[in-house]
């Protein structure tokens, strides 16, 4: 059976996944993704509205006109939205959009990864090589997990969160939705951190984060508010259309 996946985005984080598709059978851990062992998992169209092109090979249909994005979508079966960074909440508004067109939002998970079978993983979730997730932890929808970051045990990550290459979460922490930590921050344990906040790289974080919060250095100092960007005329017309 083949999956046509539609993909959200045409910059750095869409090599990545495209990389990652092409090799699924050798690079897809099965138990923690939500396709099928004998699935054939193909990229049918990278769509972005603010690129005027891809800049690496794909294979596959780019197209960035909302006006045909109805039209493609009903050739696929399922999608990634391919928004890193600090953009959680976009990276969520658009998927739950899809959703409702019938898509389902896949989940993949490294083979080089190694996850806990007491923890449990969100839909629409991207576990990079290197990653270990705890057991009894609890990551949400639309996260990503960078490459060799760590989350101990009995850790919860909520929605929208992105989680960068060497971070580490110690455990029975709480990070709320849309939360960003940087590469190479240290998390120490039984902490929590609010909605929307900004852990910056190489930080050491020693106490609680409250929401939307930047927090930076060696230990962890607040520095100013963190604002979520987002396109509200595009999101608008996005609404409209799906």
């Not at 004998?38 to 909302?66: M, S, T």
């Not at 989350?151 to 029975?172: F, L, N, Q």
């Not at 609010?194 to 939307?212: E, L, P």
Request: proline share 2%; glycine share 8%.
């Amino acid at each position: 059976m083949k999956n046509n996946i539609f993909i959200w985005g045409s910059k750095s984080y869409a090599l990545i996944i495209n990389e990652f598709i092409k090799n699924y059978k050798n690079e897809i851990n099965i138990i923690h993704s939500n396709i099928i062992r004998r699935e054939q998992l193909k990229i049918k169209y990278f769509f972005d509205p603010y690129a005027k092109n891809i800049h690496f090979n794909h294979g596959a249909i780019f197209f960035n006109k909302l006006s045909q994005l109805l039209k493609n979508l009903k050739n696929c079966n399922s999608f990634i939205v391919c928004i890193g960074n600090n953009h959680g909440k976009t990276r969520l508004l658009i998927g739950q959009l899809l959703q409702k067109k019938g898509l389902k939002p896949l989940t993949l998970v490294s083979k080089n990864s190694i996850i806990s079978k007491n923890s449990s993983i969100g839909k629409g979730v991207i576990i990079m090589p290197n990653s270990y997730v705890g057991t009894f932890s609890k990551i949400g929808d639309y996260c990503i997990l960078n490459s060799s970051c760590n989350i101990e045990h009995e850790t919860s990550i909520g929605t929208g969160t992105h989680v960068m290459s060497g971070a580490c979460i110690s455990g029975r922490n709480k990070i709320g939705n849309f939360v960003t930590i940087g590469a190479n921050a240290t998390i120490l344990p039984d902490i929590k951190i609010a909605d929307g906040a900004y852990i910056g790289a190489g930080s050491v974080v020693t106490r609680n984060v409250k929401q939307n919060e930047i927090i930076v250095g060696n230990p962890g100092k607040y520095l100013k508010k963190n604002k979520h960007i987002m396109d509200s005329n595009f999101i608008a017309k996005l609404k409209k259309i799906l």
